[in-house]
């Protein structure tokens, strides 16, 4: 780990100053410039080109997992899950999955709906003339947290605002 620290910075300095400052030998340093790779890290490069090649494939999507399936089926590398997991932990990929799609929203109900005074005219021209208002949903941790909002039309301000764990609005906070 020093020498390669060492060979990543001997541009910037001289070689005997970071030997000296890390406390190692010139000579360890260039003997290990000049040996070979390791049948052990040999096997991990291959290991790695190939986890790479089989995570590009899917678009980023598979796992460690899945990649040693790969490996095995594909590439004809045998070798552990554990060390296609380190492997790919040391080059930053990771699978990402798709999100359920949650539907929140019923359109199709008997009940009133409120009628739109606006008739998408946005402009004011005094304040708390006209305000708009609109709620979300935030996925916290196991539940759900609803967002509800109200904005000034002229200033483009919150004017009040409402987070609680179901949607109802009962506080509102208000910003000013």
Excluded at 37 to 64: F, K, L, M, V
Excluded at 76 to 86: L, W
């Amino acid at each position: 780990m020093r020498y390669a620290w060492i060979e990543a910075q001997r541009d910037c300095y001289p070689v005997g100053v970071l030997c000296r400052v890390l406390q190692v030998s010139r000579s360890g340093y260039y003997a290990w410039r000049r040996r070979q790779p390791s049948a052990t890290a040999e096997r991990r490069q291959a290991i790695a080109q190939a986890a790479q090649e089989s995570h590009r494939d899917s678009h980023g999507t598979y796992r460690y997992r899945r990649v040693h399936q790969d490996l095995q089926e594909d590439y004809a590398i045998t070798c552990c899950r554990e060390t296609v997991r380190r492997v790919m932990g040391d080059l930053g990929l990771c699978g990402k999955h798709k999100r359920r799609f949650v539907k929140t929203t019923d359109s199709d109900h008997d009940r009133p709906v409120a009628t739109n005074l606006l008739q998408r005219d946005f402009t004011a021209t005094r304040p708390n003339q006209k305000w708009l208002a609109d709620i979300t949903y935030i996925r916290v941790a196991e539940s759900w947290l609803y967002l509800a909002v109200i904005l000034d039309c002229l200033s483009r301000r919150i004017a009040a605002f409402s987070m609680l764990p179901r949607p109802c609005v009962r506080t509102w906070h208000s910003t000013t």
